[in-house]
Every structure is written in C-alpha cells, then in structure tokens.
C-alpha cells in the first residue's frame, strides 16, 4: 500500500481531499459548540410534590417508601433521599455498564405500583437527570418610572419566552427565581358557616362549575356536529360567575359573591432585580447537538426585532451570555493552537528541507479534519477541553510524520531519488512508527473511564480527539505523506536553492557539527562512565522529587481559575420574615454598588462591574422566605483599568457588608472550577438530633483552620412546628385525625380545586381562608371544624390540645439512612490539605467515643481524589502492560522493552519540575497530563532502540551501533519534543481566565518530554548497554567463560572500550 499510494499521487491526493472535505461538513452540521461537555447524568431521580406537608411527614409517607421500593433494583449503587416542606426527592445512582433507560422502566414500574403514597400527594414523577446546558440570561426588565406592575411584567416576560421558543434555534427557555402563576380564592368561615358549606364542597362546586366536556356528536344528514360544554374559567371574573348555591328565591348565588378572587401569583414572597429595577429572567438553555454560539445569536436577533414593540416601561437586557465565554475561549485556544502551529511549522524548516516541513506540516491539519468526522460518533463536542486536546496533539500528531520525513529527507541527501527514498524511507521506518502512535494511543487511553465524576468526564473528552487525530496521522504519514515527497527534485548545490533554502542549510550543517563535536564524545564519555552518569540522572531526579514531597509544589484535585461572574447566597433560618431576608439581600446589592462606582474607569466611564442581579426569597431552585442571592457579572482582566480579582472584589463586598446577624449560610463564589467542597464531612446515624450535636462540634473544629472558610451545613433544625393531637371530645364528635387534619390543611395551605393550562404555564386554583384567618397560632385555634354527617361546628380548641417544638426543614438520606453534611471552603495558597484532613480524622475518632451511634465519613475532594487516585493507579498499570507488550511485538524481545520505558520516570520527574519552575500546583490534570505522557516519551525511545538494532544487523558491534544510532536519531528524536514542546509554548504563556483552568497539564506535557528527550539521547544508549553487560553475565553465570555467545559478547564490549 504505502509504494502503491507513492507511485499513485492522484490516489494520495484524492483521500487527503476527501478527509479534509468530509471533517469540515462535520464540524459544520455534526458538532455542536459549548464551554464545557454537557454532562451525562448517572441518575435517576424520582421526585413527588405532597403540598404542605412537613418534612417529617414528607420523609415518612414518600421517601422511604419510594426508597424501600426500589433499593433492590439491580444496578443502582447508591440512593440518595431528601425530604423537605412539601417535596420528596429520591435519586438512585447506576453503575456502569447498566443501561439507564432499562432501569428507568423497572423504577417507574416499582414506584407506580405503590399504592400506600398519601392520598393528597401528586403522582410521582421519574426521570432521568438530563443537565442542559444554560446558554443566555434574558432580563426583561420595568422602568420604576413607568409604575409597571408584576403580573404586567410577567405577562410581558411570558410573550418573550413565548417568541423565542418559535425561533428552531431555540428549544427551551426557563424562568429563573420568578413565583408561579395562581387563582387564589379566600372564603372567611363565618360566611361559610352563613351558607352551611365548607371549603372542600366549594372547591367542588367549582370543579362542576368549571369545565369543558365534550357531550359526543350528532349524526346529521349534513354531517357530523360536535356537542360540548365549553365552561373552563380561566380568570377571576370567569370564577366569579361560577355558581355555588341557589338563593331561597331561586336565584344562584355565585362565587363571587361570597369569595375574593385574585389572579396572581403564589403566597411566597419574591423580589428580584436587576441593576436595581424589577426584572424577570429568562435562561435559555441548549439541548442536545445545538451551538451555544446559534442559540445565543438567536437570542440577540430576537432583541433585534423586538425593539420598539415591548409594552412601554419594559425593556431587554441580556445576563451571563455563554456564547460571548465561548467565542472568547475558541479563540484564545485557536490563537494558541494557530501561533503553536507557526512554531511548530518554523522548527521543522529549521531543521528539515523547507519543501519537507511543508509538507510534513501539511499532516497536522489533515489529521485535525480526519479526527473531526469521527468525533460525533463518540459524542464529542467544541468545548473548552476538547479545544485544549487539539493543541495538546498540534506536537504530538507530527512525530511520526516528521520520523518519517526525516529518514526520507536523509536517504535523498545521501543521493536516493525521491521515489525510492520515499518507498524505502517510509517502510524502513514503519514498524517503529506505528507502534510509537500505537503506544500513545494506549497511553491516552484510561482518559476515557476515569470514573463517574466531572473530572473523570472532562478527563474523558481528551482521548475522544487525540485518539482519532493519531490515527489519522499515521495513515496520512504513511499514504500521503510518501507521494508528497516521492516527487520532490534533487538538491545538490547552495546556488540552486532559495534564501530559506541556503539558511536551512546553513543550520542543518552546524547541527550536524554539533552532533559530531559535541554530543557523540559526550556519550562515548557517558558510555564510558555509565554508572556514574546513571546514578547521577537518579540523583537529581530524587532531589525534584524530594522537593515536591518537601512543600514545594502541593497537589490539589481541581484548579481553581478566577471566573467572571461572583456570586454571594444567603440563607437565614426558616423562621426569618422575608422583611430581614431582604434588608440582607440589599444591605449585599448597596456595597456591590458602591464598588461599581469605586472601580468605574474616570476615562471611559466603564465600570469593572457590569450587572448586578439580586433575588430576595429564592435561591433559584427552591422559593422561600429565609434565603436570598446576589450574581455580579464583571468584565474580562484585560478589560480592566485596574488590576484586580473576582477573588478581591468578592472579599471587598465581604469585609463592606460584615458580620449578618443569625445567618445560617453566607457564602462568596468567586472562581471556576472544583464542584465539590474540599472538605466535606457527612454523618450517618438513626438520630438527626444527634447528628446536629456532631454537626456543631465538627463546626467548631473547622474554625480553629486559620485557612478555612464558608463553613456550613445542612442542618436545618430551627423551624417551628405546631403539632396538633385529639381530646377525647373529638371522638365522642365521631371526628377522626384525618377529618380534622384535613379540614386545617384545607383551611390553612388551600384546597385545590383545579389545576389549569393557560397558554404554557400551568395555574393552580387554591382555595383557604383568608390570610387574616391563618397568620398566627391563636387564629388556628378558632378554625371551625365540620363534624361529620352534621351541620355542626366546633373550634379546633375545643376538639384538640397543641404543643410547639422544632424540626429540620430538610431530612437528607444516603442508602435508607439519615445523613447530614458539614461542608467548608479552603484558602489552597496557604493551607496544608493533607494535614487539615489528618487533624479532622484524628478529631472525628474522638467523637466517636462520645456519638458511637454517629458514622462519618470524607466526601467532596477527599473522596473524589479517592476515586481518582484509584482510577489513575489501575490506568497506569494498564497502561504500562499495555505499551510493554506493544515495545515487546517489534523488537521480539522480553528485555529491550524495559530499555525503552526506562525514559518514563524521568519523563515524570520533569513534569513535577515544570511545575516547581513556573510556581503551580500539582492538580489532577497534571496527573492526567502525566499519563500520557508514557506513551509520548517512550516513542523516541522505540525508534532510537529500533535504529540500534538495525546497525547491529548491519554488521556493527553493539558500542558502534550505539553510538551511530544515537547521532543519526539526535535529529528527529529532538526534533519530536521541540515540536511537541512548541505546540503548547503559546498556551503556556497565555495569562487569560480561558488558558488558566488546563495549564497545568500542558506543563506536565511540554515539560515531562523536553526533560525526558535530554534523557533519552543519553539514558537509553547507557540502558542498551548495561543491558548487553548483564547479558554477558547472566550467559557466563549459566554456560561458563567457553560458550559462544558468551566470546561473541565479550569481544563487543571489549572492542566499546578501545
């Protein structure tokens, strides 16, 4: 094949251009663009709505049915249960290998066969946890001077999600923090008692009141004609016609007449904001293979259009655009990979013919497009990672080409034609090329399941690019490649060639002189002092290792790089009004302002802070009074007038706003990365009270860490709870628990008496009594309860004695028992991980002696950096079997493999070294950079042991062959690491936010190979001969002085030392 497609340049030249054409239709209809990988969820979460309802009951009557409904299941490794006011939550966690969808079934068959649920519980929802990806913030924003109200701002926000979602760019849009929609109606009990009807037989007098019933049709001789009652309300007037009962004189008495109607939102408090006006926000988020890049410009066609059409006093703004993130990091990493190509591309016509380079160059993006039509296959993306890969492989992808090239290029100076140096050329050097992208394939390999977690998914989008682009390049370099230069015309003296020409010359000779005047004597000095020289390579290589173990680079799971939008969340207890939520929550946006001024460039006017968003009585996810959140978004560093962080601005507002006073959570987010805590301790045990106790001593622990900060819990023990139990009057009444709970639910929370579709949001119709009725203990007292089959009412005092005490507002399960989590923050330049962790562990064993019913354990970082810790000792060893068995194929030899993997450990040693030199931290991408590394390292190794043994079989002794291996490779094998080093120089020196979070690999990378090349030109000629010395001994151990081998032998390594 390879002589077919050099005698063939218009085949060679057909499959480059079908490569290239078919990657970039791919890259233009198949792959979707984002920050970062959407992440696949493992989960399956079954969630049920019991309105009003305590925790406690919550726990009681859902969670741990569901949960005992479907712990057998087979491959569900773990469930997670959490109970809080009036929702149950419960997630089962697959192992791999299982199919999601199979087991979705068996949980929704299980979970609807339960018929024990309380009756006024929703049906239970299952799914599974599908994470999109949010792409744009719509704020749709009121003037105050225009006096606009919150259902009118609403109602405008509904017609812009609506108008969206009819562009096919665009899929789903969000509320963000915003109240539902609801009818709510508010009866008073003595104008209940007036009618004799209680707020159930309202609610269904409204249900029969309130509908639209299709009747069948008539059969006419013209035709079928529908019958139907068409009666649904769908507003407060509609409610209001509804009739109830019929007056003495037979007229009807509406709804109307005897309730307040409004047609509003729920009960909840909520105020959101942005830049100080009322707001609604919108998220529009991008589902499955769509661009973030053609959702957002969507968006921002629709604002377009929009113009001048929104109802007066409304406007459009737009929060947190990802698109704007994207583009920014697509073009730092493409400016990266494009300024690593020119490097790259210079190196090689330094070094090589420029007509060579060019076309050895050419390899690099004709790999790039071959990668990109496989990548849809495996769900790969554009994404901050996957960029990142390209570059990683920009170096690596031309070794085998320029391997290839070079002998080629060398045969033709040696006065080949071009033809046969090309054939020739490219066969001889086959084996150990393929074998070399074969090793580097391994190596990238266990990237792919480095366990379940966010890191071990990014992890996994490395290998989805380099992968394909390796092997892509091996047939590029290998059918390609040899018809490009099989036609290349002989050069034989300096007046023929160009200037580019004359100076590539120029530069090759001096580096051959170089190899002959320097680095041939310093190996024969090497070689004559192995030794020495091997134990002198071990001793620096400990003494980089003994300073990372001594402080001097530290290792943390996750960098963490500075991001662009600051967070502040607050949470109170439960029992806090919304009234001091808010004063908080405006206490927080005032001090942001105040810095939106300090830092406002006097020039331009433009302020280092753009937005602020602030949401009192919801955190997002969940509505209530006590909790509160502040988004600030700020423009990018090299925007900034001022050198300053997010880190620092968010310290700022801290140090402004102080200490609030009975805060539960008070926590400041100012960088990207982790996801989990760095520390996070979860307690396990049948007692929540207890379990607090614990929860407040682990607490108390963690402050004495000068480094700790954020220290918080899930421990929510504070709220209130009345709790109401029956005299014996109320069962001489014939009245039961469930009458009477019944009838004070409906009172107090609502009955619902309907549940409507209007345009697309879903309204409840709630009917109660009257707020008045309801805000306090002694109201609860007086609520008339019904006594059954009777006209007779009784206060609830009378029937039933009441006692106040407190409960959790949130119960949290892991595996059908009760956990509770304290979790805190670290400052990772000053504090010592590893010790924190040993004082917490010696700590929590204390408090097992008083608490023995108490289990702990370490999540967050600790047990993420468990489980990868596993995952890359288990990858490493597979690698490491992996590559050995492919070094011991083509050398059919047990031994030299070991010759060639030699180079690993140093390899590693100049990753930690890179990071000592540039002051990072080891993080679990240096490790993940590491890995690969093995396999890049060893491939010069294998080409230059493959030299070796062709002069051997030429005729050479083994000194001789060692020696002329070693300056015939010193091209090719520095040529690979500098080109591989050039690849990554640009990302190494960008300072961006966008280059910041993946450096620490590309350290590992550039460095580990240019410290492991300097090695491999030296080591592994001292290896290869200390290995032929301890053959010569081991054959005169076994077979004596006289054997023939064992003179063949002997009389080569005396000749090595003449």
């Not at 999601?100 to 299980?110: C, G, H, P, S, V």
């Not at 560093?637 to 507002?653: D, F, K, M, Q, S």
């Not at 051997?952 to 010193?970: D, E, H, L, N, P």
Request: include cysteine.
């Amino acid at each position: 094949m390879i002589e077919w497609f050099a005698r063939n340049p218009v085949a060679a030249n057909l499959l480059m251009i079908g490569i290239v054409i078919a990657g970039v239709v791919s890259a233009k209809t198949s792959i979707p663009m984002e920050v970062f990988p959407s992440f696949i969820s493992d989960r399956i979460s079954v969630s049920t709505q019991f309105r009003g309802a305590t925790p406690k009951s919550v726990e009681d009557g859902i969670t741990t049915r569901v949960e005992q409904a479907i712990y057998d299941l087979e491959g569900i490794s773990k469930i997670y249960g959490q109970s809080s006011e009036g929702t149950s939550t419960v997630v089962a966690e697959i192992d791999s290998g299982f199919d999601r969808r199979e087991i979705l079934n068996d949980i929704k068959l299980r979970v609807d066969a339960l018929n024990t649920l309380p009756t006024a519980a929703e049906k239970p929802v299952v799914s599974i946890n599908q994470r999109n990806s949010g792409v744009i913030f719509v704020a749709v924003v009121a003037d105050p001077a225009y006096n606009v109200n919150a259902k009118s701002l609403r109602q405008a926000a509904d017609k812009v999600r609506a108008d969206l979602l009819t562009d096919p760019a665009i899929t789903t849009v969000e509320f963000d923090g915003t109240a539902n929609y609801e009818i709510s109606i508010s009866i008073a009990p003595e104008v209940l008692d007036s009618y004799n009807l209680t707020l159930a037989e309202v609610g269904q007098r409204i249900r029969e009141g309130s509908a639209d019933i299709s009747a069948g049709n008539i059969q006419s001789l013209a035709g079928d004609i529908l019958v139907r009652a068409a009666g649904q309300a769908y507003d407060a007037q509609a409610y209001a016609r509804i009739p109830i009962l019929t007056s003495g004189t037979g007229q009807p008495i509406r709804l109307g007449e005897i309730a307040t109607i409004s047609d509003g939102f729920e009960e909840t408090p909520l105020i959101t904001q942005f830049d100080g006006k009322p707001v609604v926000m919108l998220e529009v988020l991008r589902v499955g293979d769509q661009s973030a890049i053609e959702v957002a410009d969507a968006v921002h066609r629709y604002f377009d259009k929009s113009q001048g059409t929104l109802p007066q006093g409304i406007a459009l703004q737009f929060w947190d655009d990802d698109a704007v993130l994207v583009k920014a990091r697509l073009s730092t990493l493409l400016s990266s990979g494009i300024q690593g190509g020119v490097l790259v591309l210079i190196l090689l016509s330094l070094f090589l013919r420029p007509a060579v380079a060019f076309w050895v160059f050419l390899g690099v993006p004709v790999s790039f497009m071959g990668a990109l039509i496989f990548m849809p296959f495996v769900g790969g993306t554009f994404n901050m990672v996957s960029l990142f890969a390209f570059i990683t492989v920009l170096g690596i992808v031309v070794d085998d080409a320029i391997v290839t090239g070079e002998n080629i290029y060398r045969r033709m100076r040696d006065g080949e034609d071009s033809l046969t140096a090309a054939i020739v050329g490219t066969k001889q050097i086959a084996l150990p090329v393929t074998f070399g992208i074969f090793t580097t394939v391994v190596a990238f390999s266990p990237l792919a399941d480095m366990g379940n977690n966010r890191q071990g998914f990014l992890a996994a989008q490395i290998p989805m690019v380099v992968i394909p682009v390796l092997l892509m390049s091996l047939i590029e370099s290998k059918f390609v490649l040899p018809a490009h230069l099989s036609h290349l015309k002989p050069r034989n003296d300096q007046q023929r060639a160009n200037f580019l020409s004359r100076i590539q010359m120029r530069i090759s000779r001096g580096f051959e002189e170089a190899i002959d005047r320097y680095y041939q004597p310093f190996l024969a000095r090497c070689l004559d002092n192995k030794l020495v020289t091997v134990c002198l390579l071990l001793g620096v290589s400990a003494v980089v290792v003994a300073s990372a173990q001594l402080g001097h680079v530290r290792f943390t799971l996750w960098p963490r790089v500075q991001s662009e939008e600051i967070r502040f969340s607050l949470e109170m207890p439960d029992t806090t009004g919304f009234a001091t939520t808010h004063k908080h929550i405006q206490s927080i946006t005032k001090s942001v302002q105040l810095l939106q001024e300090k830092y406002r460039n006097p020039e331009t006017g433009v302020s280092i802070i753009r937005h602020v968003f602030s949401t009192s009585g919801s955190s997002g996810r969940v509505n209530k009074a006590s909790v509160g959140r502040v988004s600030v978004e700020i423009i990018p560093p090299p925007e900034r007038h001022v050198e300053i962080t997010a880190t620092e601005l968010g310290r700022e507002v801290r140090n402004m706003v102080g200490e609030i006073p009975g805060m539960q959570k008070f926590s400041v987010r100012a960088e990207t990365g982790g996801g989990v805590s760095p520390i996070d301790v979860e307690l396990s045990g049948p007692d929540f009270k207890r379990m607090g106790a614990v929860v407040e001593l682990v607490r108390e622990k963690l402050k004495e860490f000068p480094s700790v900060y954020d220290i918080q819990d899930n421990y929510f023990g504070g709220k209130e709870e009345l709790n109401i139990e029956l005299k014996p009057a109320a069962y001489a009444l014939g009245l039961s628990l469930a009458d009477v709970a019944e009838q004070v639910r409906n009172g107090v929370f609502g009955f619902q008496a309907q549940r409507i579709q209007k345009g697309r949001n879903e309204i409840r119709v709630m009917v109660r009594y009257p707020l008045e009725y309801r805000s306090a203990i002694e109201d609860l007292t007086q609520l008339p309860i019904r006594v059954r089959n009777s006209d007779t009412e009784v206060p609830l005092a009378d029937i039933a004695e009441f006692s106040t005490g407190s409960s959790p507002t949130t119960l949290f399960r892991l595996d059908r028992k009760g956990i509770l989590n304290v979790t805190a923050d670290i400052d990772k330049d000053i504090a010592d991980m590893s010790a924190i962790m040993r004082d917490l562990e010696l700590f929590m064993q204390d408090v097992k002696q008083s608490y023995p019913d108490v289990g702990y354990a370490f999540k967050g970082e600790a047990e993420e950096q468990a489980e990868s810790n596993s995952n890359i000792a288990s990858g490493s060893f597979i690698v490491l079997i992996a590559i050995y068995a492919l070094l011991a194929i083509p050398f059919k030899s047990y031994g030299q493999p070991f010759i060639v993997m030699s180079v690993i450990p140093f390899g590693i040693v100049g990753a930690i070294l890179g990071h000592i030199l540039l002051q990072r931290d080891l993080s679990f991408l240096s490790i993940v950079g590491m890995l690969a590394l093995a396999g890049v390292v060893v491939n010069d190794s294998l080409v230059l042991v493959d030299t070796i043994n062709q002069r051997r079989k030429a005729g050479m002794t083994v000194y001789q062959a060692v020696v002329t291996s070693g300056a015939i490779r010193f091209r090719p094998v520095l040529l690979t690491s500098l080109t591989t080093f050039a690849g990554l120089t640009p990302l190494l020196l960008d300072f961006s936010t966008q280059a910041e979070f993946l450096k620490q690999m590309a350290i590992s990378l550039g460095f580990g190979i240019l410290f492991a090349t300097a090695i491999t030109l030296i080591i592994v000629p001292i290896n290869y001969m200390l290995a032929y010395q301890l053959k010569h001994v081991l054959l005169n151990f076994w077979h004596g002085k006289d054997h023939p081998k064992r003179v063949i032998i002997a009389n080569q390594i005396t000749e090595s030392k003449a």
